[in-house]
C-alpha cells in the first residue's frame, strides 16, 4: 500500500522527482552488485580455490642441463672464440702488424695529424 502510494505520487509528481528516484535505485542496484562481488571474492580467497600453478607450461620444459650441454659441443667443434683472436693477433704483431703500429705511434708523437687525418 505504501509503495503504491508513492508510486502514484510519482506518477503525477515532477520529472525531477522521478529521475532522482531512478538514480537512487540504479546507485543501489550498483553497490548491492559490488558488495556481493567484494563478499564473493573474498571468500573465494579465504578457502583458497584460487591457487596458482607454476609447474607447468614452457618452463618445466625448458632444461638448462641441455643448454649447457650443447654449448659445451659447440665450443670443442669450433674451438673456444678468444682461443682465434688471440692466435690472429699474435700472428699480426709477428708480420707486418707491428710495424704499422710503431709507425702511426710516430706520427701520432710527432704532433701533426693523428690516423683520421684530425689535427692534435
Same mark, same amino acid.
Given at each position: 500500500m505504501v509503495i503504491q502510494k508513492t508510486l502514484n505520487n510519482l506518477k503525477g509528481g515532477a520529472k525531477e +522527482?522521478? =529521475?532522482a528516484v531512478a538514480s537512487g535505485v540504479a546507485i543501489s542496484v550498483v553497490v548491492l552488485l559490488l558488495?556481493?562481488?567484494a563478499f564473493y571474492f573474498l571468500h573465494r580467497i579465504a578457502s583458497g580455490s584460487q591457487q596458482l600453478n607454476l609447474t607447468g607450461g614452457v618452463q618445466s620444459q625448458f632444461n638448462f642441463q641441455n643448454v649447457t650441454q650443447a654449448q659445451q659441443q659447440l665450443q670443442q667443434q669450433f674451438g673456444s672464440p678468444t682461443d682465434d683472436l688471440q692466435? =690472429?693477433?699474435a700472428q699480426s704483431q709477428e708480420g707486418n702488424g707491428g710495424q704499422m703500429q +710503431? *709507425? *702511426?705511434m710516430q706520427v701520432q708523437g710527432q704532433g701533426g695529424t693523428d *690516423?683520421?687525418?684530425?689535427q692534435q
Amino acid at each position: 500500500m505504501v509503495i503504491q502510494k508513492t508510486l502514484n505520487n510519482l506518477k503525477g509528481g515532477a520529472k525531477e +522527482d522521478k =529521475v532522482a528516484v531512478a538514480s537512487g535505485v540504479a546507485i543501489s542496484v550498483v553497490v548491492l552488485l559490488l558488495a556481493l562481488w567484494a563478499f564473493y571474492f573474498l571468500h573465494r580467497i579465504a578457502s583458497g580455490s584460487q591457487q596458482l600453478n607454476l609447474t607447468g607450461g614452457v618452463q618445466s620444459q625448458f632444461n638448462f642441463q641441455n643448454v649447457t650441454q650443447a654449448q659445451q659441443q659447440l665450443q670443442q667443434q669450433f674451438g673456444s672464440p678468444t682461443d682465434d683472436l688471440q692466435e =690472429v693477433r699474435a700472428q699480426s704483431q709477428e708480420g707486418n702488424g707491428g710495424q704499422m703500429q +710503431d *709507425q *702511426q705511434m710516430q706520427v701520432q708523437g710527432q704532433g701533426g695529424t693523428d *690516423q683520421f687525418g684530425t689535427q692534435q
